[in-house]
């Protein structure tokens, strides 16, 4: 955990807001420079980057807000009353800012893809640009973001897993989230130094981000019909996400629906006794999403009966890519 990177001006800079910076730079320069590569405008793709970049730190930030309602409104309009339910982190006067102090952790990962996508359809449909070609070039760059900014969280010290004895465990300091938690919940001793091992979910997150970049640009190398490359990403993501979801130890703070607690499931994946595996509101989102790329992706199998570059009536722009696309390597590497 290293939240603050250095100094400037007598501000600190923090390693999460730098680290979701490094990921919007690098997935917006790779998103422009293959979509110049296949024909759409360079300069249009930058300007939708930036709508997206504003609306997915907005939409992040208010599924946050919702999700930990009481974190946020209470400290603004009834300190007292936000005193009462977490004595533990009581205040002296109101506090409104810190709905904004979104780099101390505190942003939703479905939300910001929600909001993305309604500002990407709103735009693309004002320029007259069909929106399937369009994903398939911006998609991959939100996998390689979810690499950096997931290494952000790991800085934070937020989305953090569970107790674990497994010899890759990470132990967070006396100041952390997770530490708080464990010593709340009795497991650890007045004074101890750091939190209770720890499965390093933000870790598990950030690799899946990275392998997910390069099966996207593979896909999107063979794809058969626009909007391929996203569809794979609606089907795969979420089954990752999903899965590293069982080991996050974070449950208060991600929200979940309902609770279900497997006992054979916990001792096969070596997690505490009583560990909640679903149902989060990621996962109830993430389930939506497979179903839904699961039978789109089946109805466009090689052989079966949907259309080819099908764009389901979404625009009039610039409609393929007119050149080669480049390999796993040649995007990386560019």
């Known amino acids: 955990m290293h939240p603050v990177l250095f100094e400037l001006f007598g501000e600190p800079v923090h390693l999460y807001a730098v680290m979701i910076a490094m990921g919007f730079v690098v997935g917006i320069w790779l998103a422009a420079r293959y979509g110049e590569r296949v024909g759409e405008d360079r300069d249009l793709i930058l300007d939708l980057c930036w709508w997206l970049l ?89 996998a390689i973001g979810q690499f950096f900014g997931r290494l952000g969280c790991l800085a934070a010290g937020c989305c953090w897993g569970k107790v674990t004895d497994l010899s890759w465990a990470i132990e967070f300091p006396a100041r952390s989230m997770v530490y708080r938690q464990h010593f709340k919940g009795g497991l650890l001793e007045h004074g101890a130094d750091h939190a209770l091992g720890i499965h390093p979910t933000q870790l598990y997150d950030s690799l899946c981000g990275l392998v997910l970049f390069f099966v996207l640009i593979y896909v999107r190398h063979r794809k058969r019909f626009h909007g391929q490359v996203f569809i794979w990403w609606m089907f795969l993501y979420p089954l990752f996400r999903s899965s590293v979801e069982i080991f996050r130890g974070d449950n208060a703070e991600r929200g979940m629906l309902f609770e279900v607690v497997s006992e054979p499931f916990n001792q096969l994946l070596g997690l505490p006794a009583g560990s909640v595996t679903f149902l989060s509101t990621s996962q109830f989102i993430s389930l939506g999403m497979m179903t839904a790329a699961a039978i789109i992706l089946y109805r466009n199998r090689p052989g079966g009966d949907e259309t080819r570059d099908d764009d389901s009536g979404s625009g009039a722009g610039p409609s393929s890519e007119t050149s080669p696309e480049p390999g796993p390597e040649e995007v990386a590497a560019g």
């Open 54 to 142: 504003v609306s997915g730190l907005v939409g992040s930030r208010i599924a946050f807000i919702i999700v930990n309602w009481d974190q946020y409104y209470y400290p603004c309009v009834d300190y007292e009353y936000f005193n009462e339910l977490h004595p533990d982190y009581a205040i002296t006067e109101p506090d409104c800012t810190r709905l904004l102090r979104f780099w101390n952790g505190g942003l939703v990962f479905y939300g910001g893809v929600i909001g993305a996508m309604l500002t990407m359809v709103w735009f693309l449909r004002r320029e007259g640009v069909k929106i399937l070609p369009m994903a398939d070039i911006l998609i991959p760059s939100l």
